[in-house]
């Protein structure tokens, strides 16, 4: 077990979604132990809390986005992922639109939101979930494998069908250090072939190169250069880390991770909530 944590502080961000290219203010408030992580829609009436938890996901077109209480919030995996870089657990989350601000595109506002925030450990514990055997999830090309560690281990592939673009291969040791250094920063991307599709769906309306790297056929636009050569697996391996947060417990655990998105992700978050709560049921019965 691990002790639960929180922020010292409110504070508080503000700048548009990628999605729906809304205005939006973000808080973070110190949340009670067992509160676990919830969004606070405060534009709505009633202010209706919607829990990041995995049960609550109602969609992953480019994002995840969760519902509850006739609410929604999308694209919170970086948000989720800088929450989980610092062991956050309990967390009231204050949003007045329904996307958090894309910033950079990466989670490195998030980052330095919990840096002014300040964080606080709670006497109470949580649990931290190991999974005893492998759980797998494949579908075609995509394949994730979750295998026991003692620590939290993530390795990823990614392989693009681009000319120009090579197969991309990072392992590391996800640990407060690791995550800020080597992955906290990495931006989201697309490829150019794909934009004109996503606007079709009422997606990226807030993107630009100010928030995202664009592949086209020859070359790679950004605002800047590239922050690490392998930016795209480290992206990815962000995406993983805050869609595997919404098991609302830490890991131990090693995933590897192959061409995966955020289906994959979810669809390997649920099972690792099943396997959890298996062992949560076993334990009730030897007892």
Do not use: W
């Amino acid at each position: 077990m691990r002790q639960q944590r929180t922020f010292k502080k409110k504070a508080g961000i503000s700048g548009i979604g990628v999605h729906t290219g809304n205005r939006v203010e973000l808080v973070f408030t110190p949340a009670p132990p067992n509160c676990g992580i919830k969004f606070i829609r405060v534009d709505l009436p009633g202010k209706p809390e919607v829990r990041a938890d995995i049960n609550n996901v109602i969609s992953y077109q480019r994002g995840t986005t969760i519902g509850e209480n006739g609410a929604d919030v999308h694209t919170v995996e970086h948000v989720l992922a800088a929450l989980s870089g610092f062991g956050i657990t309990n967390a009231i989350i204050e949003i007045n639109s329904n996307e958090p601000p894309v910033d950079d595109g990466s989670s490195l506002s998030f980052i330095n939101l919990i840096k002014q925030a300040g964080v606080i450990d709670q006497p109470e514990k949580i649990d931290v979930f190991k999974p005893q055997e492998p759980i797998y999830v494949r579908e075609n090309e995509v394949i994730l494998v979750v295998l026991p560690y003692d620590g939290f281990k993530i390795s990823y592939t990614v392989s693009f069908s681009h000319p120009k673009l090579k197969d991309q291969y990072l392992s590391l040791d996800i640990t407060q250090d690791s995550f800020l250094n080597e992955i906290a920063c990495s931006r989201t991307f697309c490829f150019y072939s794909d934009v004109a599709a996503l606007m079709d769906q009422g997606l990226i309306k807030g993107g630009s190169l100010d928030n995202a790297v664009v592949i086209g056929d020859d070359a790679i636009f950004s605002k800047e250069k590239l922050r690490f050569h392998n930016e795209f697996v480290r992206h990815k391996i962000l995406d993983l880390i805050g869609d595997t947060y919404l098991l609302g417990l830490p890991l131990k655990c090693h995933i590897i991770a192959i061409k995966s998105g955020h289906a994959a992700n979810l669809k390997l978050t649920r099972k690792l909530y099943q396997a959890y709560m298996k062992t949560k049921s076993d334990c009730r019965l030897r007892t």
